[in-house]
């Protein structure tokens, strides 16, 4: 993956965490009955999925990538935009470091099982699913948006500038 397309992808999350600002708080934080229940559990998780499969699978800089449940009533969005920013640098770095093999099998233990489970994955496949993990919650967090009587932006790559 170049930089531009994951650059696509920072656009969209942007659009994405800029309307979330504009939210009522108590909407950020309702459970909705679906996905990770609520636009703020569920942003966190998108973040965690790079922190955990580039950052600690690939990367290694972790062995504890996820968030506790009990951590998550504390983050505001300013926490959670920081956690993205944070992907930005796992994502560059993967780029940097594996760019020219993106193909190159990885086969290790996932880092942060309790019981050990041994995967063998490329860097690349590890990349396109955490970003269509993100999308698949993004398109989750606008149905809960739409479902408190929001009317959420375009958050589609098509509307991205080159």
Not at 70 to 93: G, P, T, W, Y
Not at 138 to 149: S, T
Request: glycine content about 6%; aromatic content about 8%; hydrophobic content about 35%.
């Amino acid at each position: 993956m170049l930089q531009q397309e994951y650059g696509w992808v920072r656009q969209t999350r942007g659009t994405l965490l800029d309307f979330c600002g504009k939210l009522d708080s108590n909407h950020f934080t309702q459970t909705n009955g679906f996905g990770w229940q609520s636009v703020r559990d569920t942003l966190v998780h998108i973040a965690d999925c790079y922190v955990a499969w580039l950052g600690s699978f690939v990367l290694l800089k972790t062995k504890k990538p996820l968030t506790p449940r009990e951590e998550l009533h504390n983050l505001r969005l300013e926490e959670i935009k920081a956690r993205f920013e944070q992907v930005d640098s796992i994502v560059n770095e993967l780029l940097e470091l594996h760019g020219h093999d993106l193909d190159v099998l990885i086969e290790r233990d996932i880092p942060w099982r309790e019981t050990p489970e041994r995967l063998s994955i490329t860097p690349r496949k590890l990349l396109m699913h955490t970003i269509t993990h993100e999308f698949h919650h993004k398109g989750q967090i606008v149905a809960m948006l739409r479902q408190m009587g929001y009317e959420p932006p375009n958050t589609d790559v098509l509307g991205t500038e080159d």
